[in-house]
């Protein structure tokens, strides 16, 4: 049911790509915690480190993982289409994941993800004209006592205000200078 | 805090998410009793005595879960921990697992020895990658102290504990889905029977309990399965965390006693000291977001107007017409400024996002209720519509393959049984309904208690 907007292979670069030798220790890593013969189940956390690196998740990426895990494409395409934090597509460096459901709702989300696409000048699942964030909205994060709350990077920010996602952005903003 | 704590009691020591500071604090001595001086059966047999029942919302006795387990010879067994935590409302095992991520582990080996399983996991959801980060760093210091690998503690049981992180799906905290998930695959629930203790993961016999369920049988261990049913009324024993989020004054997680009056966790001081912003309730979820809403009136005390409390069989006194459930523990607390209707299209629209589309009633189904309750918030919608969600409910309700579609179903049908001059509301006044949200002023809000 989810992310059915993935971008076609057709409209991907599909040059193959190939993982750096740290990934490769990682993924390594992660497939020796399973029994031989159950590797498979390494994928979803492979597909957090494929990530974690590219930005997003693309079709070569995900070609080479199959190729790794000595499965069909298709079994890794089919499980990253169903995870929604995979991003299909390419996203901004920063991505703004905003949980909207219930709780945080209750405690002023709404205005939170407004503020935030008046602040960036961006709707919910655009990216800023310099690459630098993506705003998308979140169901449910598991943090709905801290609430609202935004996740970036797998990290939470909780309790937002208007100053505070300021702050947010601006601290992502001097960090991104850094790099 | 009110009241004895046996999970969370030593959270706040500095340094308890180490190995050196967990252990001089009495850690793992439930390792050491079982593995010393008990054999697996004894161990079930003291989960069975405390009354434990499963803490992920379902309420189903884990000692009688672990008797399920099926022991065909030279078939490899193993212990799941569901850690998936999405049900909207709870936040308790992030809490736990990240301030005292020792105690789960202590509780996978002390129950992996009790199952005999010799290669158990934790799966967690992949938002909670960075408590992914905080469990791998326990594990290996539990292995570099003897505390997992071979030959634990001398006693000649090998465990090996791996976690393993989601990708952001609800529906991978039904077992089920959550095996396919941890085997690699789409997290689309199997059809039962084979029930998981008999065909788990990778087929074999597995059992899967909450991360509180196994940080549970830690005390249990320790202190004895009937010391522990000391604790608590009727079936509903020990101690729970919850999750409490809303308009609330203090949210956040507490581990009460169960038996707890409603009114005294809402409004006392030990625990979230009533409702924010000097305003009054006007509803309440008290276990997650798919059990039923309650309108104030019926929040603290019952239909017959007893004293509701915080147990599996209180809060579902009055069944669906006037009672709820405990659920997960997911306490959701509501201001009267809260429109319904808008919290409960959220809740739709979160279940639509999260079926995974495999049975028809349910694919179909959330997304038409969502559909349904986005034109009712909006102000487009008609009293049709109404009955026409209450129409859809029953066409899910019990017709798919895992419980997301009665738990899509059921907080829509609860919100209507309640709250239907709001959602009436909303087609009367739709200009209003634009403007504001919060829609009718409940004239049932409770008064402000001062305890």
């Known amino acids: 049911m989810h992310n059915m907007k993935a971008t076609s292979p057709s409209q991907q670069d599909l040059t193959p790509v190939e993982f750096n030798a740290e990934m490769m220790a990682e993924i390594n890593r992660v497939i020796a915690m399973f029994p031989e013969g159950k590797q498979k ?18 079709v070569p990426a995900m070609n080479k993982v199959a190729e790794i895990l000595n499965i069909q494409p298709i079994e890794v395409y089919e499980v990253a289409t169903f995870y929604t934090m995979f991003h299909l597509n390419p996203v901004g460096n920063y991505v703004f994941e905003v949980c909207r459901t219930g709780p945080c709702m209750l405690v002023g989300s709404d205005d ?8 960036l000048n961006i709707k919910v699942g655009e990216t800023t004209t310099d690459g630098m964030f993506t705003l998308k909205t979140a169901e449910c994060l598991g943090a709905c006592g801290y609430g609202p709350v935004l996740q970036c990077q797998y ?14 952005i601006e601290a992502y903003r001097q960090a991104s200078l850094l790099n | 805090m009110a009241g004895r704590q046996l999970l969370l009691e030593n959270v706040h020591i500095p340094g308890i998410e180490t190995f050196d500071v967990y252990r001089k604090n009495g850690g793992y001595a439930s390792v050491e009793k079982a593995l010393k001086k008990m054999t697996p059966d004894e161990v079930v047999e003291e989960v069975k005595k405390s009354g434990l029942r499963g803490r992920g919302g379902a309420g189903f006795p884990t000692g009688m879960k672990w008797s399920f387990l099926a022991k065909p010879d030279g078939v490899p067994r193993h212990l799941v921990c569901n850690a998936d935590e999405s049900e909207p409302g709870t936040f308790k095992d992030r809490y736990l697992m990240e301030k005292i991520p020792h105690l789960l582990i202590e509780g996978m080996i002390t129950s992996s020895y009790a199952l005999g399983a010799n290669l158990s996991f934790i799966y967690i959801r992949g938002e909670f990658m960075y408590i992914l980060h905080i469990l791998e760093k326990a594990i290996a210091e539990a292995y570099a102290n003897g505390m997992l690998g071979k030959n634990i503690m001398g006693s000649g049981f090998d465990l090996d504990l791996v976690v393993a992180p989601g990708g952001g799906a609800y529906i991978c905290g039904e077992e089920t889905a959550l095996l396919e998930s941890l085997e690699g695959k789409r997290g689309n629930p199997r059809m039962k029977p084979p029930f998981p203790a008999v065909k788990g993961l990778w087929g074999c016999p597995t059992v899967v309990n909450n991360v509180e369920s196994i940080a549970a049988v830690v005390p249990i261990v320790n202190d004895g399965g009937e010391e522990y049913a000391k604790i608590g009324i009727e079936r509903s024993t020990g101690t729970k965390l919850i999750s409490a989020s809303g308009n609330l004054v203090r949210p956040g997680v507490y581990e009460i006693e169960m038996g707890v009056s409603v009114e005294e966790f809402i409004y006392g001081d030990d625990y979230c000291r009533g409702i924010a912003n000097g305003k009054r309730m006007k509803a309440c979820i008290p276990g997650g977001s798919s059990v039923p809403i309650l309108p104030a009136h019926l929040v603290t005390k019952t239909a017959a107007g007893e004293n509701r409390l915080m147990t599996y069989e209180s809060l579902a006194d009055g069944g669906f017409a006037s009672g709820s459930m405990l659920g997960s523990g997911g306490f959701i607390v509501f201001d009267e400024d809260q429109c319904i209707v808008r919290n409960t299209y959220t809740f739709a629209r979160f279940y639509a996002h999260e079926s995974c589309g495999q049975c028809s009633p349910c694919r179909e189904g959330t997304g038409w209720m969502e559909k349904v309750l986005h034109r009712l918030e909006y102000g487009h919608g008609t009293m049709e519509d109404i009955s026409l969600l209450e ?5 899910i309700e019990g017709n798919t393959i895992c419980p ?48």
């Open chain 1, 112 to 119: 939170i993800i407004a503020y935030i696409e008046n602040k």
């Open chain 2, 404 to 451: 997301l579609g009665d738990a899509a179903a059921w907080p829509v049908a609860a919100a209507i049984r309640h709250f239907r001059e709001e959602f009436e509301w909303h087609v009367t006044h739709p200009a209003e309904a634009q403007t504001r949200n919060y829609g009718l002023i409940q004239p049932r809000v409770e008064e402000i208690k001062a305890l």
């Open chain 1, 155 to 168: 990290k939470f920010h909780e309790h937002l205000t208007k100053e505070k996602v300021d702050e947010i």
């Open chain 1, 41 to 58: 189940s390494a994928l979803i956390r492979i597909l957090h480190i494929v990530q974690t690196n590219f930005g997003w998740t693309s």
């Open chain 2, 391 to 395: 129409e859809i409910n029953k066409k």
